[in-house]
């Protein structure tokens, strides 16, 4: 079992930065494949980035290419997602996900424990 608690979200201009954080509770954290997800009003939950358990691999969605980067710190139990360069396009709700053993997955289905999300508003 995993838990998750997002934070860092707001309201920020475009051109801005935002840093979000993800603070995970449960024995095998450090074993798992972490990912950001977002969902903006009427849209589906879509792929943002997604780090593996040592932080030697991650993948990105090409809308946050160059933009965004994941990061995470096993020992303080965190991941992050620092987003640069925000447009108003990334307003959405931001989610933490804990995802499998072995694998860097970009789909949500492959996520088993889920935070409650962070909202990021951007202004143009």
């Known amino acids: 079992q995993v838990q998750l608690v997002e934070s860092g979200g707001g309201l920020v201009q475009a051109g801005g930065s935002l840093r979000l954080s993800c603070a995970a509770s449960?024995?095998?954290?450090?074993?798992?494949?972490m990912g950001w997800f977002r969902q903006a009003p009427g849209k589906e939950r879509e792929f943002v980035a997604a780090?593996?358990?040592?932080?030697?691999?991650?993948v990105y969605a090409d809308s946050g290419k160059g933009r965004f980067t994941i990061s995470r710190d096993n020992a303080k139990r965190t991941v992050y997602l620092q987003m640069n360069s925000l447009k108003p396009e990334d307003a959405a709700v931001y989610y933490c996900?804990?995802?499998?053993?072995?694998?860097?997955?970009?789909?949500?289905?492959?996520?088993?424990?889920w935070g409650q999300g962070t909202q990021v508003t951007v202004s143009s």
């Open positions: 996900a804990a995802g499998p053993f072995g694998t860097l997955p970009s789909t949500s289905v492959e996520y088993a424990y």
């Open positions: 449960g024995r095998t954290f450090t074993n798992r494949a």
């Open positions: 780090i593996n358990w040592s932080g030697g691999s991650t």
